[in-house]
């Protein structure tokens, strides 16, 4: 005959089967009574491996700050959060560029929605050479997509982040020794008909100031460098022109934004500038 201790685990097991077949409730489809729409709700902060096009090696692995929204009807008191790592993760462990669209398109289908949103952000590298000694070393620049689904159409933007060193031209011109001398960042969002290089973005913004920046510099580089940025002096409205005029020259831009901050070396706030055209 078996004892009480020995019936529990079946006890135990019947209780479980029971609360198994118990429907759970799905609060989130539930009717929400304030008739307000919510433009985006959805998931950020990410990480997840991505592959992005390198020109000079084909493709570079990545990893990005992800965020997946869509808009939800005010019918609806939430969305499903789990759904956005579900559609993620159904496209493989690495996400391409090539498949964003696709990835939109299931956002949209499997959360019920009209819109569908992603912002990719990135670590993007680059091998550059020193000036003189001519040693390679990586250089690491911020990318990021926004790509949006409304209905069947798709908007994307590509920005690009750059640091650069820019050179006041005021302190050169009234000062008897040197010119201060700042780094500034330069911000590039654009809109294009056919694909533009992450590689051609940075050439761009680095033409357009004092000197670009390197991760390595010998004491023979560090001396070309300071030279080209003595020579070279820009105001931070000198900068965002420059790549403005760049951007208004490439035939396949339709819409640009160029933001360019200074961190100051004299004072004790930023300088900054931008033009937005499209």
């Not at 579900?86 to 959360?111: K, T, Y």
């Not at 700042?182 to 008909?193: E, F, K, P, T, W």
């Not at 339709?254 to 499209?278: D, L, P």
């Amino acid at each position: 005959m078996l004892n009480s201790r020995e019936m529990a685990p079946e006890m135990t097991d019947v209780k479980h089967d029971a609360l198994a077949n118990v429907p759970l409730q799905d609060k989130q489809s539930e009717r929400d009574h304030r008739d307000l729409r919510i433009d985006q709700v959805g998931v950020r902060g990410l990480r997840f491996p991505i592959q992005v096009l390198d020109r000079a090696n084909g493709l570079q692995d990545t990893i990005a700050t992800i965020g997946m929204y869509v808009d939800l009807p005010k019918e609806f008191k939430g969305t499903h959060m789990s759904r956005f790592l579900e559609v993620l993760n159904a496209h493989g462990r690495i996400v391409r560029i090539e498949s964003l669209p696709e990835i939109l398109f299931a956002m949209q289908a499997r959360l019920k929605s009209a819109t569908a949103r992603l912002d990719i952000e990135f670590p993007y590298f680059l091998t550059k050479k020193a000036p003189v000694s001519g040693l390679e070393s990586l250089m690491d620049y911020t990318a990021r997509f926004d790509a949006t689904a409304c209905g069947k159409e798709i908007d994307f933007v590509l920005t690009v982040q750059v640091p650069v060193t820019t050179l006041c031209p005021c302190s050169k011109a009234i000062s008897k020794h040197g010119a201060h001398n700042q780094r500034g960042q330069v911000m590039v969002s654009l809109r294009s008909d056919q694909e533009i290089w992450i590689e051609d973005v940075i050439a761009m913004v680095e033409a357009s100031a004092s000197s670009p920046l390197y991760a390595l510099l010998k004491r023979q580089d560090e001396k070309a460098v300071t030279e080209q940025a003595y020579e070279n002096p820009v105001f931070v409205e000198d900068l965002v022109r420059n790549v403005a005029l760049k951007l208004n020259a490439h035939a396949h831009v339709t819409w640009y934004k160029v933001e360019a901050e200074n961190q100051e070396s004299i004072h004790n706030h930023n300088a900054y500038a931008c033009i937005e055209k499209g």
